[in-house]
C-alpha cells in the first residue's frame, strides 16, 4: 500500500515535465510573433500632438488596426513584415519590422508628416468675362413686377414676420444660451436686482408718461404687445 501511494507523486511529476515541455515547443514555435505597439504622432509641429484613428495595415495580408484617440496602437504582427501608417491628410508612412529581434515585444513612435496638395486656381464667373458681366446686367429688362417683389420681400413688417417665424440656428441658440449662462454665474450667490428699484427706469416711466405716450397708444386702439416697453416691464 506505501507503494501504491509513492507511485502517485512520482507520476503528478511526470505530468507537471510533459506540460512544460509542451509549453516549450509552443513557444519556440511562435518565436517570429511580435506584439508591435507605440504611437503615432504629428511631426510637423513642435508640439507633437497625436494623430487619432490611423490606419495600421499589415501588407500582403488581411490584418490591421488603428490607432486610438491618443494615438496608441498595439498588434500581433511576424518578424520582417511591412506595416503601413495610412491617415487623411497625412502622408502614408511603412515600417519593416526588424527580423533580428530577440523579445517578443517592440514599441516605436511613429511620425506622420502632413500631406499638402496645391490645387490650381479656378476662377468661376457667370460669363465669361466682367466686361461681358457688366454689358448684362445693364441690359437687364426689370419690370414692374419684379420691382414689386422686391419691395414686398424688403418690407419691414415682412422682415418682422420672418423675424418672429424663422428658428433660431445653432449659433444664435447657442450664444443665447451662454449669455443666460453668464447672467446666472453673475449673480451667482445673491439675488438679482430687480428692475422696479431702479432710478434710470422710473424716470424713463415718468418721462414717457409726461410726454403723452400711454395715452397717443391707447386712443389707436393698438394691442398690448405693440405697447413700448420700458425697463420696469409696463
Given amino acids: 500500500m506505501k507503494f501504491k501511494y509513492l507511485l502517485l507523486p512520482i507520476f503528478a511529476l511526470l505530468m507537471v515535465s510533459e506540460m512544460v515541455a509542451q509549453v516549450q515547443t509552443e513557444v519556440s514555435a511562435d518565436s ?8 503615432v504622432l504629428d511631426g510637423t509641429t513642435d508640439e507633437l500632438l497625436p494623430v487619432p484613428y490611423t490606419n495600421i ?3 500582403e495580408s488581411s490584418r490591421g488596426t488603428y490607432s486610438d484617440f491618443n494615438g496608441f ?9 511591412e506595416v503601413e501608417f ?5 502622408q502614408t508612412v511603412t515600417f519593416v519590422i526588424p527580423d ?3 523579445e517578443q515585444r517592440y514599441s516605436i513612435v511613429q511620425l506622420m508628416s502632413v500631406d499638402t496638395i496645391n490645387l490650381p486656381e479656378a476662377i468661376v464667373f457667370p460669363w465669361p468675362s466682367r466686361d461681358h458681366f457688366k454689358q448684362e446686367f445693364l441690359a437687364m429688362d426689370v419690370t414692374r413686377e419684379m420691382q414689386d ?3 414686398a420681400n424688403l418690407a419691414s413688417d415682412a422682415l418682422a414676420r420672418m423675424r418672429n417665424s424663422v428658428p433660431a440656428d445653432g449659433n444664435e441658440s447657442s450664444d443665447f444660451y451662454l449669455r443666460q449662462q453668464a ?4 449673480h451667482i450667490g445673491q439675488t438679482p436686482p430687480m428692475n422696479i428699484f431702479s432710478p434710470v427706469a422710473w424716470k424713463q416711466f415718468f418721462d414717457a408718461w409726461k410726454n403723452g405716450d400711454f395715452k397717443r397708444k391707447k ?12 425697463k420696469l416691464g409696463f
Fill in 57 to 59: 495595415f499589415i501588407q
Fill in 73 to 81: 496602437f498595439s498588434i500581433v504582427v511576424e518578424k520582417g513584415e
Fill in 32 to 39: 517570429n510573433l511580435i506584439q508591435f505597439s507605440g504611437m
Fill in 149 to 151: 417683389r422686391a419691395v
Fill in 86 to 90: 495610412s491617415a487623411i491628410g497625412y
Fill in 100 to 102: 533580428t529581434l530577440t
Fill in 183 to 186: 447672467r446666472s454665474y453673475y
Fill in 219 to 230: 386712443k389707436k386702439k393698438k394691442k398690448k404687445s405693440e405697447l413700448p416697453e420700458n
